[in-house]
């Protein structure tokens, strides 16, 4: 009977002293479950902001990841820890580290300067009288960095982030539309404005023909006798 009320005492205690360890370090009953993978660190190398046609090093440190895959356009990078890539418009890049308890993801976007281009510039109407409204219309790629000038009149200015402007030509103009980018400099378009010369007012009036005098002399004759008519 002693016996068994030992054994007892004993088995009490030791499940108490389990609890109490495993209510102390609570992550001793974790180890067995699985931990998310860390990105430590995702990085440019260098600037972040590129002109097209260049390229950049993006560098990364994780953890506990068993596959690593960097998107757009590059695909597994599972156990390297760096690409060089050249993108061609701006663009996010997501690095995606995962395992067995799930998936982390970190970004970084690399913006990219392009070339700048004027694919259009139009003149509507293009003929018209001297102070006659005109509209200029333009489509402009790459930047927005744009200047307006005529070579006659003086320049219309800065046209940074427009599409159109409204001119006032007196005489023949030819204006050009300048854009710059850092990639490729200046690039300009023109456009050529016809102005008609108005036709001159017509003469005045002369006024309607009248007979002023008209006489007759002698006033009286015999008949036969000359009369003349003035």
């Not at 760096?82 to 067995?100: E, F």
């Not at 204006?175 to 016809?194: D, K, M």
């Not at 002369?206 to 002399?217: D, W």
Request: proline share 10%.
């Amino acid at each position: 009977m002693k016996y068994t009320l030992l054994h007892s005492s004993f088995v009490r205690l030791a499940v108490l002293i389990a609890t109490t360890i495993a209510a102390c370090f609570p992550s001793a009953r974790a180890q067995t479950s699985p931990v998310l993978p860390s990105i430590y660190a995702f990085n440019v190398s260098g600037v972040s902001t590129i002109n097209q046609g260049q390229s950049v090093s993006l560098n990364w440190s994780v953890g506990d990841a068993t596959t690593l895959t960097l998107s757009p356009g590059v695909g597994n990078v599972t156990g390297t820890t760096s690409v060089t890539v050249s993108p061609l418009v701006t663009t996010t890049y997501k690095l995606t580290a995962t395992n067995a308890a799930g998936t982390v993801t970190k970004t970084r976007k690399i913006t990219v300067s392009q070339p700048a281009a004027i694919p259009t510039l139009t003149a509507t109407p293009a003929t018209v009288l001297a102070g006659e409204p005109v509209t200029l219309e333009w489509q402009v790629t790459g930047t927005e960095s744009l200047w307006l000038s005529a070579d006659r009149g003086g320049d219309p200015g800065s046209m940074n982030y427009q599409r159109s402007t409204v001119v006032y030509p007196t005489a023949n103009t030819r204006y050009t539309l300048s854009a710059w980018s850092p990639v490729n400099g200046s690039v300009s378009r023109a456009v050529s404005v016809t102005v008609l010369t108005p036709p001159p007012p017509p003469p005045p009036a002369e006024p309607p023909a009248a007979i002023a005098l008209f006489v007759a002399s002698p006033t009286q004759s015999y008949p036969g006798q000359p009369v003349t008519l003035t």
